[in-house]
């Protein structure tokens, strides 16, 4: 008797594995948005489009964030998010906390790690351009170089 599982067989189990582990719940939770952050139109809907689905309440969840193990992958970057920097929660801080969060976004803008390319490649809208740094830079409160 040959112990060796076929390629028909391989598939067929690994259809099996991926059907049953779309089973395993992923929590995909928008909690309420305690206040709303407050700025000029252009800077939140830069905000609104490159930011909000993973540093706020008000995530929209992607059709592929349904389908394991994208799903685990997708909630696990929104709760990262959310726990760095989480604008549904702003006011929490004080204005010397919001003062430091400006600061650490502008950075991470200015270096190009906000929005992460990944998450870019999937949303084109919320590529940051070089002209949105001035408005951001403004934004934040830091001066020009």
Same mark, same amino acid.
Not at 114 to 117: F, G
């Given at each position: 008797m040959n112990s060796a599982m076929t390629f028909k067989q391989l598939v067929l189990l690994s259809l099996l594995i991926f059907f049953g582990i779309q089973f395993i719940p992923v929590e995909r939770t928008n909690p309420p948005v305690e206040t709303r952050l407050v700025g000029p139109q252009p800077v939140m809907d830069l905000f609104r489009r490159s930011c909000f689905d993973c540093h706020s309440n008000e995530t929209v969840w992607p059709w592929y964030g349904k389908v394991v193990p994208f799903s685990w992958f997708v909630a696990r970057d929104v709760n990262r998010g959310r726990d760095k920097l989480n604008f549904s929660t702003w006011n929490r801080g004080s204005g010397q906390d919001q003062d430091k969060l400006r600061a650490e976004i502008w950075e991470k803008i200015k270096v190009g790690d =906000? #929005? #992460? #390319?990944m998450y *870019?490649?999937? @949303?084109q809208e919320? $590529? *940051? %351009? %070089?002209? @949105? @740094? $001035? =408005? =951001? $830079?403004e934004w934040c409160g830091v001066p020009p170089n």
């Open positions: =906000m #929005p #992460p #390319p *870019v490649f999937g @949303h919320a $590529r *940051v %351009t %070089t002209d @949105h @740094h $001035r =408005m =951001m $830079r």
